[in-house]
């Protein structure tokens, strides 16, 4: 069975989130990745947040952590790589699927840059879902831009329903099928003409099909590309709404400031219009 609410991004806001929409009694899911890995993790003492000045930020998302799953939220670690509205909304986080009614979105700022072309051949080569995409290139070449720690594994999954992969990164991957080329590489771009024909490495081209680009987060806007945004940042309203109906957002990929304080406070206004969007919907 579905939950109420699904929270993209185990962070300040999704954690705040979770907590708020607990305590009205919604089902709430967390999607995220690695809490040790969260921005907020590598912060090493956080002195600005009232009432709990000096901890580390890992002790201080490591808190907030414990207080949503003491409240009974459910969580799935890993990356969501697709997001689809169909009855609520449905997201994949690898093969596996889970829906919700109303959507928190609460993913941080995505830092990586788009490669040249890669949003222009979105779609016409380029995915950022092996899972989803992975049979269109059955008997063909590819390449998977490994960027994140479980790419070689996607590209293990590609090579057994038979495409024919090559891997590009700047570091040797771990776990890597070795009956998968492995390129050394940069400086890349995505070439085509109608649809994606090569990835540019490093100034050579290596002809594919179809180009996996595998980071660690995936900008909410591919994820649901009608979501509005303003300077880069998803647009939202006081009541934390985005243009999107049942989407909500909350946290850094609001805006400025990006600190804890303002996500936090993001995150429990963001639960707050769900379960009411929910109360509505459902009464
Ligand atoms: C080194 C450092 C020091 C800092 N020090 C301070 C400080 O002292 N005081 C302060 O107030 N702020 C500080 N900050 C800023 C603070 O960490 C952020 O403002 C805060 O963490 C934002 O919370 P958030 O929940 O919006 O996003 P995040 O904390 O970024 O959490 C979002 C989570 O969602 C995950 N995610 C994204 N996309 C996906 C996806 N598709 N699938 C699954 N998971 C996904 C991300 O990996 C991440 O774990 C610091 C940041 C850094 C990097």
Same mark, same amino acid.
């Given at each position: 069975m579905g939950h109420d609410i699904i929270v993209l991004g185990g962070g300040p806001a999704g954690l705040a989130a979770a907590v708020a929409a607990r305590g009205r009694g919604k089902t709430v899911l967390v999607i995220g990745n $690695?809490?040790?890995?969260? $921005? #907020? &993790? /590598? &912060? !090493? /003492?956080?002195?600005?947040?009232l009432g709990l000045p000096g901890q580390t930020g890992a002790e201080l998302v490591g808190t907030f952590r414990a207080h949503a799953e003491e409240l009974g939220t459910d969580f799935v670690t890993g990356r969501a790589i697709s997001l689809m509205a169909w009855n609520g909304f449905m997201v994949t986080v690898v093969s596996q699927v889970y829906d919700g009614q109303a959507l928190i979105l609460a $993913? %941080?700022?995505? /830092?990586q840059a788009k490669y040249p072309g890669e949003a222009e051949f979105l779609g016409r080569g380029v995915s950022y879902c092996a899972t989803c995409d992975g049979m269109l290139y059955r008997n063909r070449p590819v390449t998977v831009v490994g960027r994140s720690k479980d790419a070689p594994l996607e590209a293990n999954y590609l090579q057994s329903i038979g495409c024919q992969v090559t891997y590009v990164s700047a570091r040797e991957p771990e776990? #890597?099928? $070795?009956a998968i080329p492995w390129v050394r590489a940069g400086k890349l771009a995505v070439k085509g003409d109608q649809t994606v024909t090569a990835l540019e490495a490093d100034g050579a081209d290596l002809p594919c099909a179809g180009v996996f680009i595998l980071r660690e987060a995936v900008a909410p806007t591919d994820l649901l590309p009608d979501l509005e945004t303003e300077g880069g940042f998803i647009r939202v309203d006081r009541r934390m &709404?985005?243009? #999107? !109906? %049942?989407v909500f957002a909350a946290g850094d990929c609001t805006g400025l400031p990006l600190q804890v304080a303002k996500a936090v406070g993001e995150g429990h206004v963001a639960a707050l219009s769900a379960c009411e969007y929910l109360d509505r919907k459902q009464p």
């Amino acid at each position: 069975m579905g939950h109420d609410i699904i929270v993209l991004g185990g962070g300040p806001a999704g954690l705040a989130a979770a907590v708020a929409a607990r305590g009205r009694g919604k089902t709430v899911l967390v999607i995220g990745n $690695p809490w040790q890995d969260s $921005p #907020l &993790a /590598r &912060a !090493e /003492r956080v002195d600005n947040y009232l009432g709990l000045p000096g901890q580390t930020g890992a002790e201080l998302v490591g808190t907030f952590r414990a207080h949503a799953e003491e409240l009974g939220t459910d969580f799935v670690t890993g990356r969501a790589i697709s997001l689809m509205a169909w009855n609520g909304f449905m997201v994949t986080v690898v093969s596996q699927v889970y829906d919700g009614q109303a959507l928190i979105l609460a $993913p %941080g700022v995505v /830092r990586q840059a788009k490669y040249p072309g890669e949003a222009e051949f979105l779609g016409r080569g380029v995915s950022y879902c092996a899972t989803c995409d992975g049979m269109l290139y059955r008997n063909r070449p590819v390449t998977v831009v490994g960027r994140s720690k479980d790419a070689p594994l996607e590209a293990n999954y590609l090579q057994s329903i038979g495409c024919q992969v090559t891997y590009v990164s700047a570091r040797e991957p771990e776990g #890597l099928d $070795p009956a998968i080329p492995w390129v050394r590489a940069g400086k890349l771009a995505v070439k085509g003409d109608q649809t994606v024909t090569a990835l540019e490495a490093d100034g050579a081209d290596l002809p594919c099909a179809g180009v996996f680009i595998l980071r660690e987060a995936v900008a909410p806007t591919d994820l649901l590309p009608d979501l509005e945004t303003e300077g880069g940042f998803i647009r939202v309203d006081r009541r934390m &709404a985005t243009n #999107l !109906e %049942g989407v909500f957002a909350a946290g850094d990929c609001t805006g400025l400031p990006l600190q804890v304080a303002k996500a936090v406070g993001e995150g429990h206004v963001a639960a707050l219009s769900a379960c009411e969007y929910l109360d509505r919907k459902q009464p």
